[in-house]
């Protein structure tokens, strides 16, 4: 006689699902959107220029640093400021003591004048040199006023609170008049420009809504106005 064993067979264990999430559908009419590449760029950016010469010995902000309205960005050097201003100081005090005599010329031929002890040629002659001085000085007084002014520019300062996004000289090297330094611009006020192909204005200016995607950022910019 043969004996056979039979395996025996043991069921699974049920494992229970988890319940699924559900969502209700519905229908829900929603505003049209289109997307287009555009270029940001900063309504309020400038460059500041040297309003007087002399060598840059200090450099206080460097680009992508925040600058507060009033901050010195940078120092230089007034010797240069200076000498103009002694200078100039000194074309004033030599303006005078010509005029001076002047005056006093024009003073003793209206006395020689009165009694026909000069011509009248010789009246107008003296009193032309006599207003002639009086221009030089009132010129020589705006130049040496222009020059102490230009003596408070050493210090450069920001014209408004930014951001510094260049700078274009370093310490050591020598400012001239005019010259540009530094370039920034305000953060605050931002302008994105975008070409839009024809088809899209009318519909664009009726929403009258726009978002702005920077790169880096998650959250989308909504714009202030659209024009």
Known sequence: AFAS????????????????????????????????????????????AAQTGGRITQILFR?????????VIMRIDPSLAQQQ????????????????????DYQRYQELLAKGFVSQAQMDGVASQYRAAQARVQALRAGSSQASTARGFADVTAPYSGVMSALLVEVGETATLGMPLATGFDPAMLRATAQLPQAWVDAVRAGNQALVE??????????SRMV
Do not use: F, M, N, Y
């Open 5 to 48: 064993a039979c395996p025996s067979v043991q069921a699974a264990p049920l494992v229970q699902a988890a319940p699924l999430q559900t969502a209700t559908i519905a229908w829900q009419q929603v505003q049209a959107t289109r997307s287009t590449e555009g270029v940001v760029q900063a309504e309020r950016q400038s460059t500041v």
């Open 85 to 104: 201003v002694a200078g100039a100081q000194a074309q004033v005090a030599e303006a005078q003591v010509a005029l001076a005599k002047a005056e006093s």
């Open 214 to 223: 920077i790169p880096g950022q998650s959250a989308w910019l909504p714009a």
């Open 63 to 71: 680009p992508g640093d925040a600058v507060k309205q009033g901050q």
